[in-house]
């Protein structure tokens, strides 16, 4: 992915601390305060946990593609993904980049840094006056929230600050990518990133990180959805926390837990287990405040309510399941996304052989 | 379960902040200071999330078992096991406690707390001077250590203080029924108790704690073996880590990451996921000094090293995988208990109903 004029960006870094090269690269270049250019992604190797080859194999693919693209190495953002502790073979992608052919679509780049995902993921919204953001990203397993889990790239001709951006993207990410929970396991090689070329002038700055969030909300629903093996998108709503920070703890917590995951692949609206997953979210719980519903139908509200189960098992076989979890202790909110679990997540991983 | 006379007692309980009444009740018991005399247990039911109703419906339980075995109820634990959120219906109890018989064997108590469990479990050891330490403990899923996670009692003739006995069981809890992941789920009801009623007279405390540990290790693994739907034990041993706790705590995020555990299910020696886990285990990493390997075969020593991949997959199709891994980076150590992550834990949990 390359613009035609250095952009101003802004980028959040796997947490994991075997973060793979390219994420620590990506971290230098972010401090330098430069501009940046193009990203050169590549996937099916994570080049992670490589040792010093994979230092330089990292280093080695910024140059590349910054001589194919004829920047500086520093204008260009590298990232891979794949499977880790495999020595990246440099010679490939320098054998390919001279092939790869440049244009105004975003869906090669997109399908291209594709792993286990089915299927393509992208988002865009338009700001009044016609900035536009777009927004793609990859990612199916070895997704847990501990910053963006996945490659996440979000461009925008909007002219906004360095500054401004950086400021404002950590908030983002962590309402939208940093709710997305899959099997709870953070990737090693994961990035967020958000550029901007200024081609279409100045914008409000709040109807662009509004732009941005629906963005990147959008993605977050489509990766969680697309989560290895799932059949259903889980979306969890809390309220009533004593703080949205809070409250998008234990929507998480509701969205990962194993249990309810399965629960909610096989129709069951065993709500004792959302019950079990808010107890466990280390926020401020009573279970006596509690209120639950699930799929709109009320379960429980501090006492056991009596629901058919027949109708609320049959408004779980959706494409997507809705849990509400009102707290009752304060005014925080917040959202989670995951997926049901489902023996097609363990054949994934285990018998397909990596 | 009931002892001829009074006992010294120690106990931990979830730390689940939706806490069943029984577990609440075992802390204002624990904080009275008095002895303890029996424990009665249900099984089928979690009497949990169920209010006002659910309290009365455990102190009437304490008061039926107490009647029966003519003790006040002070000296009888109340212990609950599984669905959570349905009324407990306590006159079932009533009408079941006339029937019970008392006999010098475990078996019976060790078998009636059994949920999903596929084996009753049981470990014991004897010291020196013939007093005996005997535990027992049932849990199969929702297993995570948030503290003992499951049912567990350790029962011992041995003379030891009550200040003694509350002193050495959380240390305890901490290295075995702590160290033990299912699902990373937080079960409502879990507890861990200890009793010593010291008909054996006094013992060395040393040689008592090391006989109990001993018996809680044991249980540890039997409930790692017998997870829900688990072909294989994970055992996985950390040293090297910066302290006790940090080889505990990485061991744990190894053994509880659902990518490893299918890979341990399905022969795959993917060591690039025990790298992830550790990486985001939150304790002090560096992945150049990390050494792995498997069923004692090396494979990572702060560089990708050379391996028989199918020698390294045909090691791995045994009854209990383990994984070694030394941070390199101090003398902590610490080792976690689990199992492989298998279509049958999603079958259990999701397409047989509740």
Request: glycine share 10%; hydrophobic share 45%; charged share 20%.
């Amino acid at each position: 992915m390359v613009a035609a004029t250095p952009c101003n960006w802004a980028f959040v870094g796997t947490l994991n601390k075997a973060a793979a090269p390219c994420v620590a690269r990506g971290r230098r270049l972010l401090a330098s305060g430069r501009a940046l250019q193009a990203v050169v992604v590549n996937a099916g190797n994570a080049n992670c946990a490589t040792g010093e080859q994979g230092v330089w194999a990292d280093q080695r693919m910024a140059e590349l593609a910054a001589a194919q693209l004829q920047l500086v190495p520093e204008l260009v953002l590298t990232a891979s993904t794949g499977v880790i502790g495999q020595p990246l073979p440099v010679e490939k992608i320098a054998a390919a980049l001279p092939n790869i052919r440049l244009g105004p679509d975003i869906d090669p780049f997109m399908e291209a840094i594709m792993t286990t995902d089915l299927v393509p993921k992208m988002a865009e919204a338009t700001l009044q006056g016609g900035a536009r953001v777009v927004g793609v990203c990859k990612g199916s397993g070895m997704i847990a929230p501990n910053m963006a889990t996945m490659l996440a790239y979000i461009v925008s001709d909007a002219a906004i600050s360095q500054e401004e951006l950086r400021r404002g993207w950590q908030e983002v990410v962590d309402r939208s990518f940093n709710q997305v929970t899959v099997d709870a396991d953070t990737s090693t090689n994961d990035m967020a990133v958000l550029l901007t070329n200024g081609a279409a002038g100045p914008v409000d700055p709040k109807a662009f990180w509004q732009a941005v969030e629906q963005v990147c909300v959008e993605l977050a629903r489509k990766l969680a959805r697309d989560g290895e093996g799932a059949t259903k998108l889980l979306t969890v709503r809390v309220t009533g926390a004593k703080s949205d920070a809070e409250a998008r703890k234990a929507a998480l917590a509701v969205a990962a837990s194993p249990l309810w995951k399965s629960a909610v692949y096989g129709n069951d609206p065993n709500w004792g287990r959302i019950v079990m997953a808010l107890g466990k979210a280390g926020v401020a719980f009573e279970v006596d405040k509690v209120r639950i519903s699930l799929q709109g139908i009320p379960l429980y509200a501090g006492r056991v309510l009596e629901f058919d189960r027949t109708r609320a098992s049959q408004a779980m076989q959706a494409e997507e399941v809705l849990v509400e979890a009102d707290l009752g202790l304060g005014d925080g909110q917040g959202v989670a996304w995951g997926c049901d679990l489902t023996e097609g997540y363990v054949r994934i991983n285990a018998l397909y052989t990596t």
